[in-house]
């Protein structure tokens, strides 16, 4: 399962180029990536443990589930029609698959320690990858209709949900405010 996440992955950016070709004579690519390391702090971390894998994929594939659950009918037809096809199924596998991980982990107390540490790192990562609650780029994705609510209106829409989920595992979910970097 997690050679075939990561060959997903690699599907996905092979997609993300594909798209990002077709609009080539538009615009600099260079222009749409402006950075040199990664742009979202949860891909800045090393995964050591087998827990935190568990929990990245449950909590941060989760969180491109909710992002792009709401792209699905956006008004690029190309990025609506690979969202559909080839980013938003995929995305509800690797959470799924975080979740079932994070489940059998949780049938040991030493798994659910482990899992609770792990959630622990990966819950604030989690929700800064919804974006800053102030950036006026939100508004102007919204204007266009790549999104259709704010950073912070997906994310609080995403702890109740997730919260759940952590706690039908028998998790304590954290403060969605301690260890963030991005508010």
């Known amino acids: ?14 997609e993300g180029w594909r798209m990002l070709r077709q ?3 538009l615009v ?19 995964v050591d443990e087998w827990a935190e ?15 792009q659950e ?13 969202i559909r096809t080839a980013f938003f ?6 959470a799924a698959r975080g979740r079932l991980w994070l489940r059998q982990l949780c049938q040991t107390d030493e798994g659910r320690k482990a899992a609770q540490r792990a959630v622990d790192v990966w819950w604030p990562r989690a929700l800064d990858m919804f974006g800053r609650s ?3 780029r939100q508004h102007r994705f919204m204007y266009y209709r790549l999104k259709k609510r704010t950073n912070e209106d997906r994310r609080q829409a995403y702890i109740p949900v997730v919260e759940a989920e952590l706690e039908r595992l028998g998790l304590t979910v954290p403060d969605p405010l301690v260890g963030r970097k991005i508010l």
Do not use: N, W
């Open 89 to 94: 199924p995929v995305e509800k596998g690797h």
């Open 23 to 25: 609009i080539d004579d």
């Open 134 to 136: 102030d950036t006026p």
């Open 53 to 67: 894998h568990a929990a990245l994929c449950a909590l941060t594939d989760r969180v491109g589930v909710f992002q």
């Open 70 to 82: 709401e792209q699905l009918d956006c008004s690029y037809l190309p990025y609506a029609e690979s």
């Open 1 to 14: 399962m997690v050679l075939r996440t990561i060959e997903e992955e690699l599907m996905h950016a092979r």
């Open 28 to 46: 600099d690519y260079k222009e749409l990536v402006p950075y040199t390391t990664s742009y979202l702090e949860g891909f800045r971390h090393r």
